[in-house]
């Protein structure tokens, strides 16, 4: 039922957000268009779907977009990557340049090309505009339909109720989106392919990760995941990439997985929640194998460090995480990590110490700079905490915590309507659009806002009006 009613929930809002060009099926598909799709799409994820809205690991991705983007050349939007918290098999790229990965597919995953495969596959997608190409070489697709599919998609799993909304929605001239995609595969797997190599890359994580598809189609073929469903036929992908791997002249060296490795164990343990029972075995399992390399192991004791932390065994997760510094010294990241035993221990004096030191080492530790914040806020001092998390914002404006924080701290100082402001993007970033727009008038209307706050407040009523189409509705344009 559940599932149900978060389908509903999807279908509704994105048939309310669709502009009335999106009608005419054989009308092209915008720049323009297909950023504002985008940008509504993606307040409907936020408000029906769990993201791991955590600086850290938004950033490692965005990092690693990043470094494509140097090799990528043109692009028509700015990228933005996503991890929801799921233990499906999937990911894909939206409208505008949105990319989502579900926990569960970077759970599968090996090593950082790995990551990178399929990551600068999914933003060849959008580079190579195909979303925008079904809208203007398939007559029979609209907006609307590829609402409906994007629906099914952000379902996941390939339930009956996903596959049906998915399936339904593309129904009419289904073969010949088949072929259509094989051929989209094939253009996005050579664009990835090119771009690893640019990068220094090694491509064989695409043959790697294709691989890893193909097993799971064949053994799960009763109840295929998603990602197979939207990325059909790995198998003749895998023979596609092996091709392009025999031209290969040049293999790059050997990376250091430290980062993969720790953004991978921050994700699967904050996807287990409560229960990390099986993730513990998996990794002690790890840690007794005489056969795993040095680095395996050591990043296996960051994960269960990262688990003994989440249980509240501060001690052994503070030993764990000491092992993991003697072994990567150079890693300022990992006194940041230790910071937070020490913080969720209660021992703030001695985290407020790790996390300065760890600042002076890397300025651009926003993680760092998170939990300094928030040890701030905990010790009223509120300048030193607003500093903080208004810095986080230059880097990640989208991060709802921060906004819920500037609140606190605005209320804790009598400013009400800087606070009802705050508020009211703490729920925008939530996709809470209702609570947002009660906030936002709130903060216009309190007597003792500023000019400023009001001018802000404004802005974010006129924004609001947009995501929800009240613009045309009210200029008689719908």
């Known amino acids: 039922m559940k599932i149900i009613a978060k389908l509903c929930l999807i279908v509704v809002v994105i048939a309310a957000l669709i502009p009335p060009w999106a009608t005419r099926p054989a009308q092209a598909f915008s720049v323009g268009e297909e950023r504002e799709l985008g940008e509504k799409l993606l307040y409907t994820v936020r408000a029906s779907f769990p993201l791991i809205d955590d600086p850290d690991v938004t950033g490692y991705l965005t990092s690693l977009g990043e470094e494509v983007l ?14 929801i918290d799921s233990s499906e098999f999937n990911a894909f790229a939206a409208p505008a340049g949105l990319v989502f990965f579900y926990s569960g597919l970077i759970g599968s995953m090996q090593n950082e090309d790995e990551l990178i495969s399929v990551l600068a596959h999914e933003m060849a ?26 629906a099914g998609l952000l379902l996941g799993g390939g339930g009956a109720v996903s596959q049906a909304v998915l399936t339904g929605s593309l129904a009419a001239g289904q073969s010949a989106q088949l072929n259509f995609s094989r051929e989209n595969e094939q253009e996005a797997d050579l664009q990835g392919y090119q771009w690893m190599l640019a990068m220094g890359r090694d491509p064989e994580g695409m043959k790697d990760m294709l691989a ?52 991978k164990y921050r994700v ?6 409560n229960d990390t029972d099986g993730l513990r075995v998996s990794l002690a399992n790890i840690i007794a194998d005489s056969q795993a390399n040095r680095e395996r192991v ?10 003994e932390c989440h249980d509240g065994n501060y001690d052994r997760a503070r030993a764990l995480l000491n092992e993991v510094i003697a072994a990567y010294p150079n890693k300022p990241i990992l006194q940041t990590d230790l910071a937070v035993v020490e913080a969720s221990a209660g021992n703030f004096d001695k985290a407020r110490v790790l996390l300065e030191e760890a600042m002076r080492r890397d300025s651009g530790d926003m993680y760092a ?63 809470k659009l209702k609570q947002a727009r009660d906030n936002f008038r709130m903060a216009a209307k309190e007597p003792k806002s500023d000019a400023a706050i009001k001018k802000e407040a404004a802005a974010s009523l006129a924004l609001l009006d947009r995501l929800e189409g009240k613009e045309k509705r009210k200029s008689g344009k719908n």
């Open 70 to 83: 140097k090799v990528a050349g043109m692009r028509f939007f700015d990228f933005r990557f996503f991890v």
């Open 125 to 150: 997608h959008v580079q190579k505009r195909h979303l925008a190409a079904r809208m203007e070489k398939g007559k029979w697709v609209t907006l609307a339909s590829l609402g409906l599919a994007l």
């Open 212 to 263: 890893i598809m193909r097993r799971i189609a064949r053994y799960r073929s009763e109840r295929l995941p998603q990602y197979l469903m939207t990325h059909p036929d790995p198998e003749n992908r895998l023979e596609y990439v092996s091709a392009l791997l025999e031209q290969k002249h040049v293999t790059p060296p050997p990376r250091d997985n430290f980062a993969f490795l720790r953004f």
């Open 268 to 273: 699967m343990v904050w996807s287990a929640g």
């Open 298 to 307: 050591t990043m296996a004791k960051f994960g269960l460090a990262q688990i």
């Open 369 to 431: 700079s998170l939990n300094l914040a928030k040890i701030f806020l905990r010790q009223k001092e509120l300048d030193a905490a607003e500093r903080e998390f208004r810095a986080l914002l230059l880097h990640f404006p989208e991060y709802p915590a921060a906004y819920f924080s500037l609140g606190q701290i605005a209320a804790a100082r009598g400013q009400q309507g800087q606070a009802f402001l705050m508020a009211g993007k703490y729920h925008l970033y939530q996709g």
